[in-house]
């Protein structure tokens, strides 16, 4: 162990080796692989984000946009639903999810399943359900497969963060987890509908964003890793682009 001087925080000499070689690659200005085996990104999937707010032992999931991947007629799905309806929305989840039984989830954040464990398990839902969306479906974090897999020259592995490195374009960028948060908060205490249609519409228009750039993430984090020539864009068009408020 030794102690940065600037600090005061002891660090171990494994610490030190990342922080050098990270630098390396910020300064070279070029995606490094690490060593060992890495489990593939596939090249079709569900795309998952959410926008919840989690307790303890209790969650809700206020926005959901859910996209399918690499498949024939793919197809999109956004739904927005207030704490009461909230059952709706996670059958909705579970029946796009059962449309692609072969599908594995890729999300940015381990959290989305955690989350959806505890509303599923609050609600009470059937069990096929529960199934469907956190027991038998495969799920990728890709940040910490980002983690074991490659280090990337950014200033962070936050999710916008790398897609701006890969120059894909945020269409919402002021919009982050903790205004998310906030808004949810917000829409919740007004009682004027004006007010809430604004925020709900801003809600859906992040959930969104944050699908098409975790889409673009996964094809250039795959074709680095697989030495692949990098996407231009995801050609396929969508089947179907659904938005729900429920």
Request: some cysteine.
């Amino acid at each position: 162990m030794l102690c940065d001087k600037k600090s005061g925080i002891l660090t171990s000499i494994g610490k030190i080796e990342q922080w050098r070689a990270h630098g390396e690659v910020y300064m070279a200005n070029k995606p490094r692989i690490l060593p060992g085996t890495h489990a593939p990104i596939p090249a079709g999937y569900i795309a998952l984000d959410l926008e919840h707010e989690e307790e303890k032992t209790t969650a809700a999931v206020w926005t959901f946009c859910a996209r399918a991947v690499g498949v024939a007629n793919p197809r999109q799905l956004t739904i927005f639903a207030d704490e009461t309806h909230q059952a709706d929305l996670l059958a909705q989840l579970a029946d796009f999810l059962a449309a692609y039984p072969d599908l594995p989830v890729i999300s940015w954040s381990q959290s989305d399943i955690r989350v959806l464990r505890k509303a599923v398990t609050e609600i009470s839902v059937e069990n096929q359900l529960i199934g469907n969306l956190t027991e038998t479906r495969h799920h990728t974090d890709l940040l910490e497969w980002t983690k074991g897999a490659m280090i990337l020259p950014t200033k962070s592995l936050d999710l916008k963060t790398v897609a701006a490195y890969f120059g894909i374009a945020n269409d919402v960028p002021s919009m982050n987890g903790s205004v998310g948060s906030a808004r949810m908060r917000a829409h919740r205490s007004t009682t004027n509908p004006s007010v809430k249609e604004e925020i709900r519409a801003e809600l859906i228009r992040y959930v969104r964003s944050d699908v098409t750039l975790l889409v673009g993430v996964a094809d250039h984090l795959r074709s680095i890793h697989d030495g692949i020539t990098p996407p231009t864009g995801r050609h396929e068009p969508l089947h179907a682009d659904d938005v729900i408020y429920i």
